[in-house]
């Protein structure tokens, strides 16, 4: 599970960072805030939760939503195998973001994953 956006809207930072390489992912965060920031084929650098570069996101698609109307299918692409169903995207959140991070509108971003060459 994502636990935080930097400060920089050109960053996206994960707790568990656990990608499907070069395939579509999704991550989703608790507000309105990342979604309305962010525009579609935006690269996105990707980085843990220490601030290591792991790699780009290109943004693919956008939905503001709440927890429980996120597609199944979506959920099938969450980088975080934990949250590929909604019982485990919901706990997850609920640990990550506290217990009303559930009750209000989510940012979906899907994007498409490519990790740093290694040298």
Do not use: Q
Request: glycine share 6%; aromatic share 6%; proline share 6%.
């Amino acid at each position: 599970m994502d636990v935080f956006m930097s400060d920089e809207p050109e960053v996206l930072v994960f707790h568990n960072p656990v990608f499907r390489e070069h395939d579509l992912n999704i991550t989703v965060r608790p507000g309105l805030e990342l979604a309305r920031k962010l525009e579609l084929g935006v690269e996105l650098r990707v980085e843990d939760g220490l601030g290591t570069l792991l790699g780009a996101a290109e943004v693919e698609g956008i939905l503001i939503t709440h927890v429980e109307t996120i597609p199944s299918s979506w959920l099938l692409c969450d980088h975080d195998p934990n949250c590929r169903d909604l019982t485990g995207l919901i706990r997850e959140m609920k640990k990550c973001y506290g217990r009303s991070s559930i009750l209000h509108p989510v940012s979906v971003i899907l994007f498409t994953y490519v990790p740093c060459e290694e040298e």
